[in-house]
């Protein structure tokens, strides 16, 4: 039953969207019901796992017994319940503890980030978005160092990236992240605050056809990227020259194309769980849709970054994006280290193998065990970021090219 507080007009966009759902998913998978989708949500929360490592587990709770149907609007809203709360506390905390103050805007920011999850496609979830840019304002202005909003136009469009400096270091290098499909530049400067204790400052973006970062995903986007790279070149207060570049999951995509259209700019790049061939392939996508390995939602933010809305189209969509068919695997690159597990369901291993088996020599990391992105039920992504990327990107940066 539809809960009371649905209008005419909500109630009809939920039918549109359970019938368009319904007919994508028939050829795939039946997604969670609610209640499975629920459980699976606290359940990661309690482990701190992705993509709910960040939230308190009680919140989880309360959030989630807020949640009647679903549709995109109840669920943004009973996550929005929680961030406006800690939203509140933040900014009646702004000019009397300002440490306290960060806290509570991050808490803010990562339950917003959540009521968007896993793409902003209704009123409601871009609501949520809008907050959750707010929210990280507030957190960027109140911590030390200072994270700086640094803007370049590409193709027409203003691009906004996140810089952040380890304090007392002169001209530090830089890490371009790159986010993946569902996650945020903002979700990645929390993370990416692990670079300074070594001396790196980071720069954090959405990668194409999300977030701040609204272009069209074809080959060539990834141009982009390379005009990140001439703004930070004209910085004085940090050395460009000194760069990697990250990305993970669908952002690995990009950071393995700037590998090679940048070789000559950077000191390396990080794939973690990237898309390389067989990713874009049908026979794969007609069978990675249905993973349990995502929550929900998943051809919808699959095919929203294409810009389409069929299944058909999707699947017509993806081979252009092909790294193997465009020639690109035996070209010069950048020195690349390839990270993912050996179980990933959303990324096939293969791509990394064949990544791995072209052109120059690159670095490894498979986690036999590992699903996407290397994690298991034991093995977080934070331990992974911590263990074995940022000791490859210390090392990398203190090179020679």
């Given at each position: 039953?539809?809960?009371?507080?649905?209008?005419l007009?909500?109630?009809?966009?939920?039918?549109?969207?359970?019938m368009?759902?319904?007919?994508?998913?028939?050829?795939?998978?039946?997604?969670?019901?609610l209640?499975?989708?629920?459980?699976?949500?606290?359940?990661?929360?309690?482990?701190?796992?992705?993509?709910?490592?960040?939230l308190?587990?009680?919140?989880?709770?309360?959030?989630?017994?807020?949640?009647?149907?679903?549709?995109?609007d109840?669920?943004?809203?009973?996550?929005?319940?929680i961030?406006?709360?800690h939203?509140?506390?933040?900014?009646?905390?702004e000019?009397?503890?300002?440490?306290?103050?960060?806290r509570?805007?991050?808490?803010?920011?990562?339950?917003?980030?959540?009521?968007?999850?896993?793409?902003?496609?209704?009123?409601?979830?871009?609501?949520?978005?809008?907050?959750?840019?707010?929210?990280?304002?507030?957190?960027?202005?109140?911590?030390?160092?200072?994270?700086?909003?640094?803007?370049f136009?590409?193709?027409?469009?203003?691009?906004?990236?996140?810089?952040?400096?380890?304090?007392?270091v002169?001209?530090?290098?830089?890490?371009?992240t790159?986010?993946?499909?569902?996650?945020?530049?903002?979700?990645?400067a929390?993370?990416?605050?692990?670079?300074?204790?070594?001396?790196?400052?980071?720069?954090?973006?959405?990668?194409?056809?999300?977030?701040?970062?609204?272009?069209?995903?074809?080959?060539?986007?990834?141009?982009?990227?390379?005009?990140?790279?001439?703004?930070?070149?004209?910085?004085?207060?940090?050395?460009?020259?000194?760069?990697?570049v990250?990305?993970?999951?669908?952002?690995?995509?990009?950071?393995?194309?700037?590998?090679?259209?940048?070789?000559?700019?950077?000191?390396?790049?990080v794939v973690?769980?990237?898309?390389v061939?067989?990713?874009?392939q049908?026979?794969?996508?007609?069978?990675?849709?249905?993973?349990?390995?995502?929550l929900?939602?998943?051809?919808?933010?699959?095919?929203?970054?294409?810009?389409?809305?069929?299944?058909?189209?999707?699947?017509?969509y993806?081979?252009?994006?092909?790294?193997?068919?465009?020639?690109?695997?035996?070209?010069?690159s950048?020195?690349?280290?390839?990270?993912?597990?050996?179980?990933?369901?959303?990324v096939?291993i293969?791509?990394?193998?064949?990544?791995?088996?072209?052109?120059?020599?690159?670095?490894?990391?498979?986690?036999?065990?590992?699903?996407?992105?290397?994690?298991?039920?034991?093995?977080?992504?934070?331990?992974?970021?911590?263990?074995?990327t940022?000791?490859?990107?210390?090392?990398?940066?203190?090179?020679?090219?």
């Amino acid at each position: 039953m539809v809960h009371a507080r649905l209008g005419l007009k909500a109630l009809a966009a939920l039918l549109l969207f359970a019938m368009s759902a319904a007919s994508v998913l028939a050829q795939i998978a039946a997604p969670r019901t609610l209640p499975e989708l629920k459980a699976e949500i606290q359940e990661r929360a309690n482990r701190r796992a992705y993509p709910v490592s960040q939230l308190d587990p009680a919140e989880v709770r309360e959030a989630l017994a807020l949640i009647r149907t679903p549709a995109r609007d109840d669920w943004a809203a009973a996550w929005s319940t929680i961030g406006d709360r800690h939203l509140a506390r933040a900014r009646g905390l702004e000019s009397s503890d300002k440490a306290a103050a960060a806290r509570a805007f991050e808490h803010a920011m990562e339950y917003y980030l959540f009521a968007r999850f896993p793409l902003e496609d209704s009123p409601g979830t871009r609501r949520a978005y809008d907050k959750a840019l707010e929210a990280f304002a507030g957190y960027a202005r109140s911590i030390d160092p200072p994270i700086e909003a640094v803007k370049f136009t590409y193709g027409g469009q203003e691009i906004t990236g996140y810089l952040r400096k380890p304090a007392g270091v002169k001209r530090p290098p830089v890490v371009m992240t790159i986010g993946g499909l569902d996650g945020r530049k903002e979700n990645a400067a929390i993370r990416n605050a692990g670079y300074l204790a070594q001396g790196i400052a980071f720069f954090a973006l959405d990668m194409p056809g999300t977030g701040q970062t609204r272009i069209l995903i074809e080959p060539g986007a990834e141009k982009v990227f390379s005009a990140a790279i001439d703004r930070l070149l004209q910085r004085e207060d940090i050395d460009a020259r000194r760069l990697v570049v990250y990305g993970g999951s669908w952002g690995g995509h990009w950071s393995a194309r700037v590998a090679y259209t940048e070789r000559e700019r950077l000191r390396g790049a990080v794939v973690q769980g990237g898309p390389v061939h067989g990713y874009f392939q049908p026979e794969w996508q007609r069978k990675a849709l249905g993973t349990r390995e995502y929550l929900f939602g998943l051809f919808e933010a699959r095919a929203a970054v294409y810009g389409v809305k069929t299944l058909e189209d999707f699947l017509a969509y993806g081979p252009r994006m092909s790294l193997r068919d465009a020639g690109w695997l035996n070209r010069p690159s950048a020195p690349m280290f390839l990270i993912n597990g050996a179980r990933d369901t959303q990324v096939p291993i293969e791509d990394l193998y064949l990544l791995m088996s072209a052109g120059d020599p690159k670095e490894s990391w498979v986690n036999p065990e590992g699903g996407h992105m290397g994690r298991t039920r034991t093995l977080s992504d934070q331990q992974i970021f911590e263990t074995v990327t940022v000791p490859w990107v210390v090392r990398r940066l203190a090179a020679g090219r």
